[in-house]
């Protein structure tokens, strides 16, 4: 026989014989194809096998493989007549037991502890009430649905959803893009940047949880700068998104709610701090009132203030007016003294005496030349004393004339006239028209300008009422 028909004949014995097989065994030589096709071997103490997973089985993995996990491999052993080596074309992979993925998780949760991506000093405070908030999660499923009631129902927000796989190969990378491009969003754009973040899944094995222990998703939720909240699994369930997140919730409805406040205990606290404010305001108000009224209780009052000051003004008042009488009284003696002294008859008797005591013809012409000019200067003084007077009071008659004149002058009803106006009234009637109502009802009127009356008739259209023209500003130069 050929060669060919050789292998043939013993491709077909072994996959007649091991047409459906499992395997336990270690990994190794892991390597993924371009065309998306993954080779491997498993080994165990004493032998090895290799095996080959088409790409289609190789997506639906819950685990991202690797080398040193044991595993247990579903499928059917083959020949491969091209280099006369069998192999088992792998359906189905799963870890050897719950132990050994747990122990792969502790490993990689001390890797990455080590780097400090759970430290508790790095987990940021959650905004109290988020105007945005984004979702990385499935868009099918009862998660999305859980969280956007809980929301409508606690607290109406924004939500921004990025629908990702959260199971199954390539899953671990559309999560970590997820969480980056929410991270990557600027403020200000056209798609709002989230306030906080959640990471939801439903529940299930470790398995079907294991994309978010993927080392690439916990580092993408330790550096994001947006506060995340991981809501991964049921309240049992635990993966390493949960300590590289800034808060656990158990579930995804609870992390809805520890997203935002009830509306309505937010209205509650408003009306309670409103109303807290509102008594402080008053009490403020009301010690403030009996401060001033202790303080009006010390101020002396004014009557006292004021009494003494009001007798002194009392006391100066009364004694001006008795000062003025004094005054008077004593200018009045000084001027009928000095009158006397003026006197014709006094002059005489001095004259006389005068003449008595010098005798003499001469003497006595002299005497009657000065009686006559003391009387011509005496009566001189007192024409000049009475004109005095009475220019005086011309000069004050005149000056309240020329005020009323001027006051006169300004009431003359011509006198805007001569200014450019000019005053209304029926024909006819001889009244005065005031408005422009008066002047419709009356169509025929006077106009009265300064230098003369004209008749005018008044049509029904009405223009712009009249607006003083604005004064010109001046240029500066």
Known sequence: MSVSELSGRLKRMVEGEFGHVRLRGEISGWKRAASGHAYLALKDMDAVIDGVIWRGAAAA??????????????????????????????????????????????????????????????????????????????????VIRDILHRLEDRFPSHVLIWPVKVQGDGSAQEIARAVRGFDAIQPGGPVPRPDLLIVARGGGSIEDLWSFNEEVVVRAVAECSIPVISAVGHETDTTLCDFAADLRAPTPTAAAEIAVPVLADVRHGIATLAHRTERCVRRYHERAGEQLAALVRVLPRRDALLGPQR??????????????????????????????????????????????????????????????????????????????????????????????????ELLDPGLPLKKGYAWVEGRGTGKVVASAEDARAAQAVTLHFADGPVDARVERGGGKPYAPPKPEQPTLL
Not at 73 to 92: F, N, W
Not at 96 to 104: D, V
Not at 355 to 383: I, M, N, P, Y
């Open 61 to 142: 993995l819950p685990f991202q493989p690797q080398d040193g996990l044991e595993v247990i491999a579903t499928g059917k052993l083959t020949i491969y007549p091209g280099r006369s080596k069998y192999q088992i074309v792998i359906e189905r992979m799963e870890l050897a037991g719950e132990g050994a993925l747990m122990a792969l998780l502790e490993k990689l949760k001390a890797k990455l502890a080590g780097e400090g991506l759970f430290d508790a000093r790095a987990k940021k405070s959650l905004p109290y009430m988020p105007r945005v908030i984004g979702v990385v999660t499935s868009p099918t499923g009862a």
């Open 311 to 408: 007798q002194r003004l009392d006391d100066a008042g009364a004694r001006l007016g008795l000062g003025l009488e004094r005054r008077v009284t004593v200018a009045r003696g000084q001027l009928d003294r000095a009158g006397a002294a003026l006197r014709p008859a006094t002059l005489e008797q001095r004259l006389a005496t005068a003449r008595q005591r010098l005798g003499g013809v001469a003497l006595d012409r002299a005497s009657d030349r000065e009686l006559v000019t003391l009387r011509q200067r005496f009566t001189r003084s007192a024409e000049a004393l009475k004109l005095a007077s009475l220019e005086r009071r011309f000069a004050t008659a005149a000056e309240r004339l020329a005020a009323m004149g001027r006051h006169l």
